[in-house]
C-alpha cells in the first residue's frame, strides 16, 4: 500500500513561520513536521510515498530528496501556485498512487493513529480517521453510527472530528478532473448520502498544528516527554 502526504497548504494562519519554510517542515520536538510521518510510515511497513506541494516545495524536495534515508521511496506531485485544495490534489496525483487503495494523512498534523490500520481497511471504499473535537473546533464534522459516517445534522451520536487521515481508493476520486480546485467535502457528501463512507474513532493524541502556538505546545510536550519515541 501507497501513503499519501498532503502538504501544498500555504499555511496563511502559521505566518509569518511559513513565510520562508513551507508548514512541513516547521519543527516540533526536533524534526520536521512531516518527517514524524515518514518515520512512522516506515516503522508501520510502507515503502512508497507521494507527497503533493506547491507553496516553497522546492525546499521539500530538497529537504527530503528520495526519502532514502527513511528506507523509502519518495514521488512528488507539484501543483500550481494557489494548490489544488485536498481532492484535486489526490485526484492529479493519481498517476502516481497507482491502482490499489491507499493511505492519506495531513501533512500538517501530530498524531499516534497506527498506520498499519490502514492495510486492514484496504477494502473500504473510503475510510477515515475521527478524533475527540479540539477545542478550536468544538462542533466537529460528522457522527459515527457503528462504523458509518453520517452528518452532524443526523445526530445520531457525539459528534467528531476529522484527523485528516483515511484509506481511500482511487475510484473514489475518479470523476475529480486532472487540474480541478476541489475541497474534500462534497465528496465525503455524496459517498455519506449513499451509505459509502466509514470511519473509525482514534481515542489517542492528535494535533492539529494550525497555529504558532499549538506548535509551541507540541514542541514542548514532545521534548517534555517521551511521546516522542517511535512506537508505530
Known amino acids: 500500500m501507497k501513503a499519501m502526504i498532503l502538504a501544498a497548504g500555504r ?54 530528496g528520495d526519502g532514502s534515508r527513511w528506507d523509502l521511496s519518495i514521488r512528488y506531485s507539484p501543483e500550481p501556485p494557489g494548490a489544488l485544495e485536498t481532492a484535486g490534489g489526490i485526484a492529479h496525483a493519481l498517476p502516481l498512487l497507482g491502482d490499489a487503495p491507499f493511505l492519506v494523512v495531513n501533512g500538517d498534523v501530530w498524531c499516534d493513529w497506527d498506520f498499519r490500520r490502514a492495510y486492514a481497511l484496504a477494502e473500504r471504499e473510503a475510510h477515515l480517521v475521527f478524533v475527540d473535537n479540539p477545542p478550536q ?81 507540541l514542541d514542548r510536550a514532545l521534548r517534555q516527554t517521551d511521546t516522542g519515541a517511535l512506537s508505530p
Open 11 to 64: 499555511g496563511e494562519r502559521m505566518r509569518p513561520l511559513t513565510d520562508t519554510p513551507p508548514k512541513p517542515l516547521l519543527c516540533a520536538g526536533g524534526k520536521a513536521l512531516i518527517a514524524w510521518h515518514l518515520e512512522r510510515l516506515a516503522a508501520c511497513g510502507f515503502r512508497d510515498i507521494v507527497i503533493n506541494h506547491a507553496h516553497l516545495g522546492e525546499q521539500i524536495e530538497a529537504a527530503l
Open 137 to 217: 473546533h468544538p462542533g466537529g464534522d460528522f457522527c459515527l453510527d457503528g462504523d458509518i459516517v453520517r452528518t452532524a445534522a443526523d445526530a445520531v451520536g457525539p459528534t467528531l472530528t476529522y484527523a485528516g487521515t483515511g484509506v481511500f481508493a482511487p475510484a473514489f476520486f475518479a470523476d475529480v478532473p486532472d487540474g480541478t480546485v476541489m475541497k474534500l467535502r462534497p465528496l465525503l457528501d455524496a459517498a455519506i448520502a449513499e451509505g459509502r463512507l466509514t470511519g473509525e474513532h482514534h481515542r489517542g493524541r492528535w494535533v492539529d498544528v494550525g497555529t504558532p502556538e499549538r506548535l509551541a505546545d
